[in-house]
């Protein structure tokens, strides 16, 4: 029997662990709150014998006179709102965030003129990593799972990857029409963000993250072409994957929607791993055998799992039914980790309590075969 960190770790190195690992993305607050009575994460993961994954956001953005955010509550809306203004020697900048008990979102976009890159560039700078409270939190969770982390996002608002920090910034629509009518703007604005990012991740040095998260869901062939991902999101991340890889750090990438167009583009940037595997009825196009075929000896696969149907109104029997579907569709040879196709926040803890047993019935009897059976 492996430790789950044990597991966890020999899943992502595309070899055989002892059994199926699983897990879930993001633990929503919402969900912990209103179905698992509060419980941290931690408790969450033991109450149900999942493998860990702890989330570590280990930095915070540096302040100082040529780049000061200043926070303002907005008030008379229907949501919690604030304003966010960033001061500079030669102007102001400012995005509009909402928030409700689920989740939040912007109302207002960073960047409403081109010109207002030229602010990020000369002023913004990069964050760094707080290398002694990941280690902390590494030592404290042991052998129980795995720590998690991002590449650093934009202040205020913003996802790991560049193109998708981009899309923050901007609004994925007006960055999809820039891509066209004025590309060269659209790559100075990726450099600016690339470098930011490069930075931070020669912070990374000496961290004990097991797995760094890049990318995001705009990346996704359900939002662009692969013509636009090899031009405007491959040609920033890939430097990054690799700069990660030179000082010792693990990079999964995320992709929550389509990926089957662009399976070999993203495993060719070299991540550790690939995200999140979203099925059609989740609005992706996740076949699992297949992308196995095509991809699996090259990355780790995690993700899969249809948690809109598989975790709420449905038989224990349907949930376990599809832990058993999909590590026959992806497990053979190891390299896969079941987890949910990205964070919930409703969810029946009965079903995710049959996820998870019934992964643990899922063993591995040889380093090329895989079966499913039951433990006393």
């Known amino acids: 029997m492996m430790t789950s960190r044990e597991r966890l770790l020999t899943a992502i190195a595309r070899k055989v662990p002892d059994r199926l690992p699983a897990t879930t993305h993001h633990l929503m607050p919402y969900f912990l709150r209103k179905y698992m009575n509060g419980m941290s ?30 926070v303002e509550d907005i008030a008379g809306q229907k949501y919690e709102t604030k304003r966010h203004r960033f001061i500079t020697p030669k102007g102001e900048l400012s995005l509009v965030l909402q928030s409700n008990e689920y989740t939040s979102w912007l109302l207002e976009h960073f960047i409403k003129q081109k010109s207002d890159i030229d602010l990020i560039a000369e002023y913004a700078p990069a964050p760094q990593c707080d290398v002694a409270a990941v280690n902390h939190a590494a030592a404290s969770l042991g052998q129980r799972g795995i720590i998690r982390g991002h590449v650093c996002c934009f202040d205020g608002f913003g996802q790991p990857g560049v193109w998708q920090d981009a899309a923050c910034l901007m609004g994925i629509q007006e960055l999809i029409f820039a891509s066209y009518d004025d590309p060269e703007w659209v790559h100075e604005l990726l450099g600016i963000l690339q ?6 991740i020669q912070s990374l040095a000496g961290a004990a993250y097991d797995l760094i998260e890049l990318g995001g869901g705009d990346a996704s062939s359900t939002v662009i072409s692969p013509r636009v991902f090899d031009e405007f999101v491959a040609l920033y991340d890939a430097p990054l994957i690799a700069a990660a890889h030179a000082i010792g750090q693990r990079i999964v990438y995320h992709t929550c929607g389509g990926m089957m167009p662009l399976l070999e583009r993203i495993a060719a940037m070299s991540p550790d791993a690939m995200e999140t595997f979203t099925p059609a009825g989740l609005g992706g196009d996740a076949n699992l055998a297949e992308a196995k075929r095509r991809i699996g000896g090259r990355v780790c696969m995690i993700g899969g799992l249809d948690q809109l149907h598989f975790f709420t109104g449905c038989a224990a ?33 009965g079903l995710i309590a049959a996820f998870a047993g019934e992964a643990r019935r899922c063993a591995y009897t040889s380093p090329t075969k895989r079966r499913i059976e039951s433990r006393a």
């Not at 930095?59 to 955010?69: A, E, G, N, V």
């Open 195 to 200: 470098r930011r990012k490069l930075a931070f």
């Open 41 to 70: 994460d931690r408790e969450f993961f033991d109450a149900l014998d999942l493998d860990a994954i702890h989330w570590v956001t280990a930095y915070h953005p540096i302040l100082c006179d040529s780049w000061r955010i200043i």
């Open 317 to 349: 029997e349907q949930t376990r039914a599809e832990v058993r579907r999909c590590f026959a569709a992806a497990g053979e040879g190891g390299g896969f980790i079941l987890s949910p196709s990205d964070h919930f926040f409703d969810a029946d803890p």
